[in-house]
T-cell receptor, first 112, second 117 residues
Framework: QKEVEQNSGPLSVPEGAIASLNCTYS??????FFWYRQYSGKSPELIMF????GDKEDGRFTAQLNKASQYVSLLIRDSQPSDSATYLC????????????FGKGTLLTVNP | GAVVSQHPSWVICKSGTSVKIECRSL??????MFWYRQFPKQSLMLMAT?????????EQGVEKDKFLINHASLTLSTLTVTSAHPEDSSFYIC?????????????FGPGTRLTVL
């Protein structure tokens, strides 16, 4: 059973702070890692993806991947109240089927 | 680019009826589309993978005779919930993968909220 684990939260941070979201996965053959943001009642929207070990930055977001530890994280700098949402970690295994396995998500609340 | 639409956005039906949900990729061709179901406060659960021109591949525990999937073209996949019951009430979301090589992201539709009375 391929699993993706996230703390359900809620994670509460003050406006302007750094929010750190974590995700671990069980399948060592996983190749691609995605972070999605989902507002209540809406479908997920892609924030960013990462394939290689290390950091990848996009604006206020930084994804970090450590394949040896089977760990991927998302940092949100200068958190805004509009960042309040559930953040879903998704992992794609190798092969050609492109299926994603999602974690249960972490609820982030940014307090003004 | 990479816009995926779903129709309808919400539907209320009586128990025993069938409901069809459409998923369209508007500005790209999608070789593969995925259907997910999400119950309140739960994560997305993949129901099936739909490939254009071939039979869908269902995940373990998903009844293929109850959830009929058709992917007749590179821009349209449909999910039909047959003989719907209240326990089928959920948020159904499709996603589509751009067929161009190297595009690994899945782009999600806005979802369809199904309520079965």
């Amino acid at each position: 059973q391929k699993e993706v684990e996230q703390n359900s939260g809620p994670l509460s941070v003050p406006e302007g702070a750094i929010a750190s979201l974590n995700c671990t996965y069980s399948d060592r053959g996983s190749q691609s890692f995605f972070w999605y943001r989902q507002y209540s009642g809406k479908s997920p929207e892609l924030i960013m993806f990462i394939y290689s070990n290390g950091d990848k930055e996009d604006g206020r977001f930084t994804a970090q991947l450590n394949k040896a530890s089977q760990y991927v994280s998302l940092l949100i700098r200068d958190s805004q109240p509009s960042d309040s949402a559930t953040y879903l970690c998704a992992v794609r295994q190798g092969g050609s089927n492109y299926k994603l396995t999602f974690g249960k998500g972490t609820l982030l609340t940014v307090n003004p | 680019g990479a816009v995926v639409s779903q129709h309808p956005s919400w539907v209320i039906c009586k128990s025993g009826t069938s409901v069809k949900i459409e998923c369209r990729s508007l500005d790209f061709q999608a070789t593969t589309m995925f259907w997910y179901r999400q119950f309140p406060k739960q994560s997305l659960m993949l129901m099936a993978t739909s490939n254009e021109g071939s039979k869908a591949t269902y995940e373990q525990g998903v009844e293929k005779d109850k959830f009929l999937i058709n992917h007749a073209s590179l821009t349209l996949s449909t999910l039909t919930v047959t003989s719907a019951h209240p326990e089928d009430s959920s948020f159904y979301i499709c996603s589509a993968r751009d067929r161009r090589i190297g595009y690994n992201e899945q782009f999600f539709g806005p979802g369809t909220r199904l309520t079965v009375l």
